[in-house]
C-alpha cells in the first residue's frame, strides 16, 4: 500500500505568536453577584407588568399589551423601563 503523505504547507498560525490571555480578577464573580442583587430592587413602588395584568384579567398577553397601551395613550398608566422590564404605573 502506498504511502502518500501530504507536504506539510505553512498556515498563517504557523507564525502565531502566543500572546498571554488577560486573567479575571479572583472575586469577579463574587463582585457580579452583588451587582445583579442590587438590581432586583429597581422595581417602583406599587408597579405591574404586562404578563401580570394579563394574569390579572384572564387575558392574553398581546391583549394585555394592547390595553395598557390604551391606558398610556389617555394618560392613566406610565411605563418605566428598568433594564428588560417594562413596568406600569397608575397616574
Same mark, same amino acid.
Given at each position: 500500500?502506498?504511502?502518500?503523505?501530504? =507536504?506539510?504547507?505553512?498556515?498563517?498560525?504557523?507564525?502565531? @505568536?502566543?500572546?498571554?490571555?488577560?486573567? =479575571?480578577?479572583?472575586?469577579?464573580?463574587?463582585?457580579?453577584?452583588? @451587582?445583579?442583587?442590587? #438590581?432586583?430592587?429597581?422595581?417602583?413602588?406599587? %408597579?405591574?407588568? #404586562?404578563?401580570? /395584568?394579563?394574569?390579572? /384579567? %384572564? @387575558? %392574553?398577553?398581546?391583549?394585555?399589551?394592547?390595553?395598557? =397601551?390604551? #391606558?398610556?395613550?389617555?394618560?392613566?398608566?406610565?411605563?418605566?423601563?428598568?433594564?428588560?422590564?417594562? /413596568? /406600569?404605573?397608575?397616574?
Amino acid at each position: 500500500m502506498p504511502n502518500h503523505k501530504r =507536504a506539510l504547507r505553512p498556515t498563517a498560525r504557523t507564525n502565531h @505568536i502566543p500572546r498571554n490571555k488577560p486573567v =479575571a480578577p479572583a472575586d469577579l464573580w463574587e463582585r457580579m453577584a452583588l @451587582i445583579r442583587a442590587g #438590581l432586583a430592587d429597581e422595581r417602583p413602588p406599587d %408597579s405591574f407588568t #404586562l404578563t401580570e /395584568y394579563a394574569e390579572k /384579567y %384572564s @387575558i %392574553s398577553p398581546s391583549a394585555a399589551q394592547r390595553q395598557v =397601551a390604551k #391606558l398610556m395613550n389617555t394618560g392613566k398608566v406610565k411605563k418605566q423601563k428598568t433594564g428588560k422590564c417594562g /413596568y /406600569y404605573m397608575i397616574v
